[in-house]
């Protein structure tokens, strides 16, 4: 392999262009939803996406035929997940003779961040690198946060005007994909300003948090009411000694904000969608309902279903005809991979999960790595048991590339500092001799 200058980044061109499909991407998004851009059958998203795929296929042999040593960085649970999926489709091929458009588009997006997450784990392997691709992460977000609230002031998709509320999710075809994209990437941003002493960093965030909210979607009001929750204890220990700059003026702002909030907002605008926690079956729109439609469907299902699951159209199918409504899927991952893929699915995002928090608890919580790691961790658990995120790739691209950067730069500080360390113990010791 050709030696670099001290100090280059590897690959910049592919980390470039990485970087810059969270832009693309919620610009084509956008476009397609708003317009209907199609070409034949597929949508100007589907093709887009399509062409990234078969980018990912051809680069990873690439890179690991450069750098076969990269095969120990590469994510367990994706590559298992794919396994998983193979498997999954080929028993519903056998069963039958086709594979349903409906299903086809979830688990082509599954595979989309599988194979980005698995791209980026082979590429990302120095400090400049991953901030590159944060940033990309950070720009993506902003655009996201600036269509939610020129659709708020403007006129944008307002999902819940049948419960009269005003709300935006930009020009997006649904809210509940976006507010992860908004959580995970505020906290970015915090974590990029960690060392800047201006409030930019800390109102680019503020913004993005104000715009999660005003999707009204509920998922991403818990997510952000627990990162926030987890920054203000992470703060209250750990703040001042690692002098995270930007968390410290956006927990100012932040409380300003809400006494702003408080004051002008009346309360019932800001619940307006939490009305129905009371109404049994009908809380949390119908959740109550269909996800006991899913425990039945998966306990009433056959062997081979419980073992390895009935498939995506399946699934869907089965929500429809026992629930009423065009019900995709649960809203809840471990229901989804329990009707999907059974119990082999429930084991693998078992898995998946464990896996982050290893990787997580693997960097000190107490360092700023860790701790916009944990936030990020949690953004996905409160969304996977409230609206379901394995489908998406919107949100999906932004918890795996984040964490996987965030762990690159942590375990690289920690290296340094442990050689730092271990290097004036040596000196130490040579001159007490």
Not at 107 to 123: E, F, K, N, P
Not at 203 to 221: H, N
Not at 336 to 349: E, R
């Amino acid at each position: 392999m050709k030696r670099l200058p001290a100090g280059a980044m590897r690959y910049r061109k592919i980390l470039l262009a990485l970087a810059s499909i969270p832009l693309l991407d919620c610009i084509l998004n956008q476009l397609n939803n708003a317009f209907q851009l199609n070409v034949g059958p597929f949508s100007i998203l589907q093709l887009f996406r399509g062409a990234i795929m078969v980018l990912f296929i051809v680069l990873c042999p690439w890179l690991l035929r450069r750098d076969p040593g990269g095969l120990s960085r590469v994510p367990l649970p994706a590559v298992a997940a794919l396994v998983l999926l193979a498997v999954v489709i080929s028993k519903e091929l056998v069963q039958t003779g086709t594979i349903a458009m409906t299903g086809a588009i979830p688990y082509g997006q599954m595979i989309y961040w599988l194979l980005l997450w698995i791209t980026v784990s082979l590429l990302c392997t120095q400090v400049e690198q991953a901030e590159l691709l944060l940033k990309g992460l950070a720009v993506g977000t902003v655009l996201t946060a600036l269509s939610v609230l020129v659709g708020y002031v403007h006129g944008g998709l307002n999902y819940y005007e049948d419960d009269s509320i005003r709300s935006s999710s930009g020009w997006f075809d649904t809210a509940k994909m976006i507010t992860g994209v908004l959580v995970t990437g505020g906290v970015v941003i915090l974590y990029l300003g960690r060392k800047k002493k201006g409030l930019t960093y800390p109102l680019v965030t503020l913004t993005c948090f104000a715009a999660c909210v005003l999707t009204y979607a509920r998922a991403g009001t818990v997510a952000l009411g627990v990162v926030v929750l987890w920054l203000l204890i992470w703060y209250a220990i750990e703040g001042r000694k690692q002098g995270w700059f930007s968390l410290s003026r956006f927990i100012g702002l932040g409380l300003i904000a809400a006494l702003a909030t408080a004051m002008f907002v009346p309360a019932e605008t800001l619940f307006a969608r939490w009305g129905d926690i009371d109404e049994g079956d009908k809380a949390g729109s119908g959740r109550a309902s269909f996800w006991k439609v899913a425990v039945t469907g998966y306990v009433d299902g056959k062997t081979s279903e419980q073992i390895i699951g009935r498939g995506y159209s399946s699934m869907s199918a089965l929500l429809f005809d026992n629930y009423g409504a065009d019900v995709k899927h649960t809203h809840n991952d471990g229901l989804d991979m329990l009707l999907v893929a059974g119990a082999t699915g429930g084991i693998w995002l078992l898995f998946l999960i464990g896996d982050r928090v290893v990787r997580v608890s693997r960097l000190s919580l107490a360092t700023p790595e860790g701790a916009a790691s944990a936030a990020i961790l949690l953004t996905y658990l409160c969304h996977a048991q409230f609206t379901g995120q394995l489908w998406g790739t919107d949100s999906m691209t932004y918890y795996m590339v984040s964490l996987e950067s965030l762990y690159v730069i942590g375990r690289l500080h920690k290296a340094k500092v442990s050689l730092v360390y271990r290097s004036g113990s040596a000196i130490g010791a040579a001159i007490a001799a």
